[in-house]
């Protein structure tokens, strides 16, 4: 790997451990606040609302800078909306403009992969990066869950500093050179040139599977999040901090998930990972049986690991066919509007399902059995197509 490339690691583990901290401070402030239950879920409608509406914009905004100054712009978004929140906006539009900050970011932080490094090291490469990430939501999750358990107030002002920290980093990420560029960058010529770029990765058979699968595991994994701090507060009787350690055993399944796929996985046989994802959502499902904490931690560690493990080959398909077609940028802004597309469905289902005071081991099974249909039809598709 390329001396630049573990900057960028650093970079976004930093960022994305802010992120992921000043969720469950959110959570926490709401909490003090006395929101109603179904106000948790909305906060990440708000955060991947800005992923949706600004998907053709971020996309040309990556692509025409140096990636490593988009970065540290995004970030000095990401830090305003963090000081909002301590300066007493409510939390749903503070983490609002945190998004807009993430929506910015995310495709400067994939698309310069393809730029920094060889195909031959794209699986590899978002082993590291999936697997830093996950890392820092397991810390972020324990940490801003403990934090904010004695003053969330001060676990904000915290992040806040996160958030610089991230920034310089950015600084020293090197300048590359900037390809596809458009011609034209106003509204109606960078709303065109999105429709193209989303039209050919959906044609593409590779882009359309792998897209598919993404958006599947963007939309379900953040919703998970979300039920199992709800599933273990009910069925497990943990208070907010120990719950959001239950969230870092997924996360930490991620992880390993990702490492192994990064080692064993080539990017010619990454869409022969699919069926994991149907055994995932079986194990979704069996949480319904589990009342004791350990057995919980191993079973959502498990569903951890087949997550990575299918996720990882499969983004990494996603990027290169994207790279070849469209461009980095405009293809991972495709891409996070139809992941973060999934997430604002899944998660608007999830607080509907809340609102209605639906049973936690009902919305469970619910949620298990989307996951088998949908990876089901995914991979009946792709097996049209060989």
Same mark, same amino acid.
């Given at each position: 790997?390329?001396?630049?490339?573990?900057?960028?690691?650093?970079?976004?583990?930093?960022?994305?451990?802010?992120?992921?901290?000043?969720?469950?401070?959110?959570?926490?402030?709401?909490?003090?606040?006395?929101?109603?239950?179904?106000?948790?879920?909305?906060?990440?409608?708000?955060?991947?609302?800005?992923?949706?509406?600004?998907?053709? +914009?971020?996309?040309?905004?990556?692509?025409?800078?140096?990636?490593?100054?988009?970065?540290?712009? /995004?970030?000095?978004?990401?830090?305003?909306? /963090?000081?909002?929140?301590?300066?007493?906006?409510?939390?749903?539009?503070?983490?609002?403009?945190?998004?807009?900050?993430?929506?910015?970011?995310?495709?400067?932080?994939?698309?310069?992969?393809?730029?920094?490094?060889? &195909?031959?090291?794209?699986? /590899?490469?978002?082993?590291?990066?999936?697997?830093?990430?996950?890392?820092?939501?397991?810390?972020?999750?324990?940490?801003?869950?403990?934090?904010?358990?004695?003053?969330?107030?001060?676990?904000?002002?915290?992040?806040?500093?996160?958030?610089?920290?991230?920034?310089?980093?950015?600084?020293?990420?090197?300048?590359?050179?900037?390809?596809?560029?458009? &011609?034209?960058?106003?509204?109606?010529?960078?709303?065109?040139?999105?429709?193209?770029?989303?039209?050919?990765?959906?044609?593409?058979?590779?882009?359309?599977?792998?897209?598919?699968?993404?958006?599947?595991?963007?939309?379900?994994?953040?919703?998970?999040?979300?039920?199992?701090?709800?599933?273990?507060?009910?069925?497990?009787?943990?208070?907010?901090?120990?719950?959001?350690?239950?969230?870092?055993?997924?996360?930490?399944?991620?992880?390993?998930?990702?490492?192994?796929?990064?080692?064993?996985?080539?990017?010619?046989?990454?869409?022969?990972?699919?069926?994991?994802?149907?055994?995932?959502?079986?194990?979704?499902?069996?949480?319904?049986?589990?009342?004791?904490?350990?057995?919980?931690?191993?079973?959502?560690?498990?569903?951890?690991?087949?997550?990575?493990? +299918?996720?990882?080959?499969?983004?990494?398909?996603?990027?290169?066919?994207?790279?070849?077609?469209?461009?980095?940028?405009?293809?991972?802004?495709?891409?996070?509007?139809?992941?973060?597309?999934?997430?604002?469905?899944?998660?608007?289902?999830?607080?509907?399902?809340?609102?209605?005071?639906?049973?936690?081991?009902?919305?469970?099974?619910?949620?298990?059995?989307?996951?088998?249909?949908?990876? /089901?039809?995914?991979?009946?598709?792709?097996?049209?197509?060989?």
């Amino acid at each position: 790997m390329r001396k630049g490339f573990y900057t960028l690691l650093v970079a976004q583990f930093l960022s994305a451990l802010a992120d992921n901290a000043l969720l469950f401070a959110a959570i926490a402030l709401l909490q003090q606040m006395h929101a109603p239950d179904w106000h948790k879920p909305l906060l990440l409608q708000f955060f991947v609302i800005s992923y949706i509406v600004l998907a053709p +914009f971020v996309g040309s905004f990556a692509d025409a800078l140096p990636k490593g100054r988009v970065m540290f712009i /995004s970030n000095g978004i990401k830090f305003i909306g /963090s000081l909002s929140m301590i300066l007493g906006m409510p939390p749903l539009y503070a983490y609002g403009i945190v998004g807009i900050g993430a929506a910015a970011y995310s495709p400067a932080k994939y698309g310069i992969l393809t730029e920094l490094l060889p &195909p031959s090291k794209l699986v /590899s490469a978002n082993g590291w990066m999936e697997g830093s990430t996950v890392i820092a939501i397991i810390l972020g999750a324990i940490i801003g869950g403990k934090m904010a358990n004695i003053d969330a107030q001060a676990a904000i002002i915290a992040i806040t500093g996160l958030y610089l920290v991230a920034a310089g980093f950015n600084l020293f990420i090197p300048k590359l050179p900037i390809d596809h560029t458009i &011609p034209k960058k106003d509204l109606v010529s960078l709303l065109s040139d999105f429709y193209r770029s989303f039209i050919a990765l959906w044609r593409d058979p590779q882009g359309q599977v792998s897209l598919s699968v993404t958006t599947l595991f963007w939309g379900a994994g953040a919703t998970l999040r979300l039920v199992v701090i709800a599933w273990a507060g009910i069925a497990l009787n943990l208070n907010l901090d120990h719950a959001t350690q239950m969230t870092a055993m997924v996360a930490l399944g991620v992880a390993v998930g990702s490492i192994v796929a990064a080692r064993y996985i080539s990017l010619e046989n990454s869409i022969k990972v699919l069926p994991a994802g149907i055994v995932m959502g079986l194990m979704v499902i069996a949480m319904v049986l589990v009342r004791e904490w350990h057995i919980a931690a191993t079973l959502l560690f498990l569903i951890g690991v087949l997550s990575g493990f +299918f996720v990882v080959p499969l983004n990494a398909l996603l990027q290169h066919r994207g790279h070849l077609l469209i461009g980095a940028g405009h293809s991972i802004a495709v891409q996070n509007f139809n992941e973060n597309l999934g997430i604002l469905i899944l998660s608007g289902a999830y607080t509907l399902m809340v609102k209605a005071n639906l049973h936690i081991d009902h919305i469970v099974v619910i949620f298990g059995l989307f996951v088998i249909i949908s990876m /089901s039809m995914i991979n009946r598709l792709y097996r049209r197509q060989i």
